[in-house]
């Protein structure tokens, strides 16, 4: 019963059936964890472009409006293109950057780029701080875009403004663009750090999972190791309780029952196997022995007779105590299944009791049966058959000469009950637990002149549990016995 | 040779008996513990053999009383238990060897002798002068001449040639030669003497027995003709 390689067999169909708890917890959970990682980074990274970009946009926006309305040419949706082109774009800019400067240094460090373009992609002006440089026109685009463009080795975000003259028609485009370099380094430099910090924190996680995991399945690995150590030998072992009530504290108390059973149950099998091997070689050391004797001189015929006699009666013993075991063996194997039916008891009784009224009669023992109770009862016939007969020939067997063991079939309580009553030796108190107990004896000399094995009321137990008859016992030293058998209630 | 058999299978008990009674031996049987365990206290026994499983005192704990009395008696034990450890428990706790059941007659023979010898009492051939005794086949001989002795005439002769040249009282030849329902009365000791004696002296033997007013007999080894 080794754990390990059990895993194996077990989760054969796996595709990773050799590899341990710890690093399967590893695993798992560093996956979920950069999946994860890799949805949040994901999110916060367009997240931040997405902010950064309409930052842009929004300045881009202002700056349209300030242009269109610094020159006084936009009314109602309306440009007046042409003043706008004999207005310079750079006094303009210049003239409102002037009268915000107290306000905003942003146009130092950030300067925009405005150009202006006829509906037919020239170029009409543009600012100064262009130079040679034309910012990009998309005559495919229609209305108020905002995109992003190369210009050089910068990168730019720009918006392109369609103006509508008073005709209602395009009559130009106002483009203005800003330089996203500050924000373009930010944005790699946050796309390099998290690329590179991903691997290292995935790897750094997983290594640290696969610690602690470690550290928590320790306690597994010690049951395993006391588990393994447990063998029919020392069945006595049991696990040291772990000092944290947790689920491997409630394991190992599990297994620890579990064990007690076990115990109990190899105990209960060895007592068993050593009562039966000591009935079974007892008569047959009396019958060999006896012989051996016998035949070592020459004797009577009379001694001859007197030995092989005793010799017949050993065996009939011996017979009677196989008959029992193996009647025990089979109706205590757990294929054995009452075949239940409803049946008048009073007929049932009565041939048992005819059955037995020659052994009774031998000791001077009259048996008498009185029915209180006319309807059916729910046994298995062959089974209560067996039950009354043990219980008959013991009543017989324990009783004292020449007095009755009497039967009633009465209700009780509304459930048919049977009592077998005998007025012989009776049980003592102390001992009455245990006369279910096979190979028990009350008389604790095996050679009592009873002859019986100790078997019959372990089978009377089993047959009637198997049934759901309830057994009663009462008993006074020296006045008798009362056995009472209390059957199930039935639907009728 | 007188030995003590407690057993509380009756059956077990009288063949045992029985049987050793006709191989010469004083057999008394105890069928409990506590009255074998009396028995074997107040009696001295040249081997015990006790079952395993007996009402009352078990043959454990009857062994263990016996040794505890710092006896030194051989006990065989009988046992229709047969797993290792219970053998092992039972030679543990002061048992010499150990009988099966269920076992060949000749077997616990052959065990008791084995037992005997080696307590120094048994097997080997006894001599006294010109008498010989082979216990094992029971035969007696008187300058090359083959006695015919009763069994009880065969014990009490080994009984007084084992103890050689040491006096033997009355009553040790009773506790040693007979079993426990003959000590009432030591005056059949001298009817077996006598038998002996006239047995002896038609072999050419006479004077081997000597009587020891007072005391009981004595055999001495080196009686020639005196």
């Known amino acids: ?492 | 040779m007188r030995l003590l058999i407690i057993e509380d299978e009756p059956g077990i008990a009288r063949f045992l008996k029985e049987g050793l009674e006709e191989e010469c031996y004083a057999v008394d049987v105890a069928y409990d513990g506590k009255s074998g365990l009396d028995l074997a206290m107040t009696n001295d026994y040249d081997l015990i053999m006790v079952d395993w499983m007996i009402p009352g005192l078990s043959g454990i704990d009857v062994c263990r009383h016996i040794r505890q009395s710092s006896s030194s008696v051989p006990i065989l034990f009988l046992t229709a238990r047969d797993t290792l450890e219970d053998v092992v428990f039972g030679l543990e706790s002061g048992a010499n060897d150990y009988i099966r059941k269920p076992f060949e007659f000749e077997e616990v023979l052959a065990r008791i002798r084995v037992q005997l010898r080696s307590a120094g009492q048994g097997g080997e051939v006894l001599s006294a002068g010109p008498l010989t005794i082979n216990p094992v086949t029971h035969q007696v001989f008187c300058n090359d001449l083959e006695l015919t002795l009763t069994p009880k005439e065969f014990s009490l002769l080994e009984y007084l040639v084992r103890n050689k040249d040491r006096p033997c009282s009355r009553s040790r030849i009773i506790e040693h030669v007979w079993d426990i329902h003959f000590y009432s009365d030591t005056s059949v000791i001298d009817v077996y003497i006598n038998f002996l004696r006239r047995k002896l002296e038609a072999a050419g033997c006479d004077g081997l027995i000597q009587t020891m007013r007072g005391i009981g007999y004595i055999v001495k080894s080196n009686v020639r003709e005196a």
Do not use: W
């Not at chain 1, 842009?56 to 202002?62: A, I, N, P, Q």
């Not at chain 1, 393994?228 to 504290?249: C, F, V």
């Not at chain 1, 075949?339 to 000791?363: H, K």
């Open chain 1, 1 to 492: 019963m080794r754990l390990r390689s059990g895993t194996g067999v077990i989760n054969g169909s796996r595709r990773l059936p050799a590899m341990s708890l710890r690093n399967r917890i590893a695993l798992y959970y560093t996956g979920t964890s950069a999946i994860l990682m890799a949805v949040v980074f994901t999110v916060i990274f367009l997240t931040v472009d997405g902010v950064v970009y309409n930052h842009f946009d929004e300045e881009l926006r202002h700056e349209v409006n300030e242009t269109l309305s610094d020159s006084h040419v936009h009314e109602l949706d309306v440009c007046d293109f042409d003043r706008l082109k004999e207005m310079g774009l750079d006094e303009a800019r210049e003239g409102r950057h002037q009268s915000r400067h107290k306000v905003r240094k942003v146009a130092e460090i950030d300067p925009e780029y405005v150009q202006l373009v006829d509906n037919a992609g020239r170029v009409v002006s543009k600012t100064a701080n262009l130079a040679q440089n034309v910012l990009t026109f998309r005559p495919s685009y229609a209305g108020v875009r905002y995109f992003t463009s190369e210009l050089g080795q910068s990168t730019l975000r720009q918006v392109q403004v369609p103006l509508v003259g008073r005709n209602g028609a395009v009559e130009g485009y106002l483009i203005v663009a800003v330089p996203l370099k500050s924000a373009m380094i930010v944005l790699r430099d946050m796309k390099y750090i998290v690329l590179v910090s991903y691997p290292i924190v995935i790897l750094t996680l997983f290594v640290v999972t696969r610690l602690i995991a470690g550290k928590s399945i320790q306690p597994v690995e010690e049951v395993i190791s006391t588990a393994e150590s447990i063998s029919q030998a020392n069945l006595g072992l049991r696990m040291p309780l772990p000092s944290n009530q947790d689920e491997l504290y409630r394991l190992s108390v599990t297994i620890n029952a579990l064990l007690d059973r076990l115990q109990d149950a190899f105990q209960r099998e060895k007592q068993f196997t050593a009562d039966a091997s000591h009935e079974l070689k007892t008569p047959l050391a009396v019958v060999k022995g006896t012989l051996d004797v016998l035949v070592r001189k020459p004797r009577d015929t009379g001694h001859y007779e007197e030995r092989i006699r005793y010799c017949l009666d050993e065996l009939n013993r011996m017979a009677r105590l196989i008959d029992q075991l193996l009647l025990l063996a089979r109706c205590e194997s757990d294929t054995t299944s009452p075949n239940i039916v409803l049946l008048y008891p009073g007929q049932l009784i009565e041939t048992v009791i005819s059955r037995m009224t020659p052994i009774a009669a031998v000791r001077n023992i009259t048996l008498d049966l009185s029915i209180g109770y006319a309807g059916n009862v729910a046994a298995d016939p062959a089974m209560l058959e067996i039950m009354l007969e043990n219980m008959l020939s013991n009543a017989i067997k324990y009783s004292a000469d020449g007095s009755g063991v009497s039967l009633r079939i009465d209700s009780l309580n509304g459930r048919p009950v049977c009592v077998i009553e005998d007025h012989g030796i009776g049980i003592p108190e102390a001992k009455l637990e245990s006369i279910f107990k096979r190979f028990y004896r009350v008389d604790e000399s095996r050679s009592s002149n009873t002859g019986g094995s100790g078997l019959g009321l372990s089978i009377v137990r089993r047959l009637a549990d198997l049934q759901h008859i309830d057994i009663a016992v009462t008993s006074r030293e020296n006045h008798g016995t009362v056995f009472q058998l209390t059957f199930p209630l039935t639907e009728n």
